[in-house]
Structure formats: C-alpha cells, structure tokens
C-alpha cells in the first residue's frame, strides 16, 4: 500500500487530481480522512484540513473523477433518516441492526447483487470471510463506510479502513454493538453514523475476539473443562452461572447458540500467544464429531 499526505488547498487538490488521471496503474484509490469543498463560485473545490489516501494497486475498480472519490458517502450530516440507504450482505435474513431506520435498510444475500447498490450510504457485510475475491468487492464500495463482521479477523491482517463488528449470533440483537476501528477517520465517520441512528456502540481494540468474543469464549472453555473433570452436569453448570452471575444464559448454552467452531476457532488463535486459551480436550473432541458428521 502507498499513503500520501498533503495539505489543504488547491495545491492539495492538485496532487489528487494528478494522482488520479496520470496513475494508471493504480486500480483502486480511496479517500480516508479530511474533506473538500467548493468555494463560493461554487465551479472549483478546496481541500480542506490535512486528508490522506491509500493506494491499492490491482485492486478493486479505478476511479478517475476527484468527485468520486470525495462526494460518496462522506456528507453524513447532509443525510437523513428519510433517505437514507443501508445495505447489508447477509445469506439469512438478519436481527434489525438500525431500528431507527429499519424501513431503509436492504438486505442483499450475495455480492454479486451490490451492483445495483452502489449508491448506499453505509454497507455492512455479515458474511465477511478474508478472501481476495470478498476484498475486492468490497475495495469497490468504498469510499462509503464498510462493517464488517469480522470477530476474529483484525484489521491490521485485512489492511482496510473498514470498521469491525462483533456479528456473532446474539450480538447484533443487544442495545450496543461491538466495534473496533483503528483508522481515525473511520473511528469519527461511524461514531457520527450511530449518533445519527439512534444507536450505542463501544470501540473495541483491534484484536482477535475483540472483548466480549474473548471473554465469553474463555468462560465456554472454562465449562467444558469442568465438565470434563466430572465435577458436574452441564445442566447443572449452566444453571449455577445463570442463578450465581445473573447471566442471560449458562455456558453451554451460549456455545450452541454462537456455534462451538466459532468458539474454538477464536480460541484456537488466541491460545497460539497464551497456552491458558487452549481449548479443552473434551470440546476438541465435538469439533472433530461434526467436522466427520
């Protein structure tokens, strides 16, 4: 990846102008920070403030207008609740992510049907898997903000200004959402999308699991080793963690309802840094049962 810096002005906007007409080469460019304005004449722009963008050759579309690359997506203030158009990828049908504008947002069960999408104002792919085909078509939304459920996956492997969500089962149904963004730019951009909907979010920092993936894959573990030992039924260890830490549900039950290869591909990664993350033996076991079934 190559990232330029400049300052505002037309001297600025010079440099894109240049960048983009004359590198052709270069098949995707992308805006992520700062912003660029007419002046009064209303016939000549300005940047405005300190921008940078990130070059991705053999990537993705080529983008050969300045207004492309500024004017999609970037005016969140200038969008309303009324007209705004959210598209989210997702095979099955999805939880209500935005309440506030449910009626506008479209679910699509593929990437091959954003074409007629382009215009969105925000994209949120549920179905993310790190794979060069995905990238790219995803490299062809930007400059608009791109989610994308990402739990163990992190955006220094990826290498995208996307913003993180912890999508897993149950997670998108809770009043905050997970997220994790390390690009500045991208933290403000979607911090001013959920103020605009109506919705709450943490930033998560940008590890495998973020926070609460981890926590919980650990206390599952946790369980299956218990149980393991013979210490007690899973029954009985799921209504002690409901009855003794006010949990909505016991640790075995939240397994079945992430899906145990979440959990043990979480921890999986994790226990690759830290031995105490390796998953329990027992739980081993059911992985290799349903990868046979």
């Not at 810096?5 to 995707?28: E, M, P, S, T, Y």
């Not at 608009?144 to 089962?169: C, D, K, S, Y």
């Not at 998560?204 to 919980?216: K, S």
């Not at 591909?265 to 076991?285: E, F, G, I, T, W």
Request: net charge negative; hydrophobic share 45%.
């Amino acid at each position: 990846m190559i990232e330029i810096q400049a300052c505002g002005g037309k001297d600025g906007l010079k440099i894109v102008h240049d960048l983009v007409c004359f590198a052709d080469d270069i098949r995707c460019l992308y805006f992520i920070g700062g912003r660029i304005d007419r002046n009064l004449a209303g016939d000549e722009k300005e940047i405005v403030g300190l921008y940078r963008l990130a070059i991705w050759p053999d990537r993705g579309r080529g983008i050969r207008r300045v207004d492309d690359l500024f004017f999609h997506g970037s005016n969140i203030g200038e969008v309303s609740l009324q007209t705004m158009k959210i598209v989210i990828i997702a095979r099955t049908p999805p939880p209500v992510l935005f309440p506030a504008v449910a009626a506008n947002c479209m679910t699509v069960p593929s990437l091959e049907e954003l074409a007629a999408h382009r215009d969105a104002d925000l994209f949120v792919d549920l179905d993310f898997e790190v794979s060069d085909a995905r990238l790219t078509a995803l490299d062809q939304l930007l400059p608009a903000p791109v989610i994308i459920n990402a739990v163990i996956p992190t955006l220094a492997e990826i290498q995208r200004p996307f913003i993180r969500i912890n999508g897993w089962p149950g997670f998108l149904d809770r009043e905050m959402h997970e997220l994790s963004a390390t690009d500045p730019a991208a933290a403000q951009v979607i911090g001013k999308w959920y103020e605009k909907l109506g919705r709450t979010y943490s930033l998560a920092p940008d590890i495998p699991g973020m926070i609460t993936a981890r926590i919980l894959a650990t206390i599952i573990n946790e369980a299956w080793y218990t149980w393991e030992a013979g210490v007690s039924t899973k029954e009985e260890i799921d209504t002690a963690m409901k009855l003794g830490t006010n949990y909505p549900q016991g640790p075995f039950e939240w397994g079945q309802q992430v899906g145990l290869t979440r959990i043990v591909s979480l921890l999986d990664v994790l226990s690759k840094d830290n031995a105490r993350y390796k998953p329990a033996n027992s739980l081993q076991q059911v992985i290799c049962e349903l990868k046979c079934d």
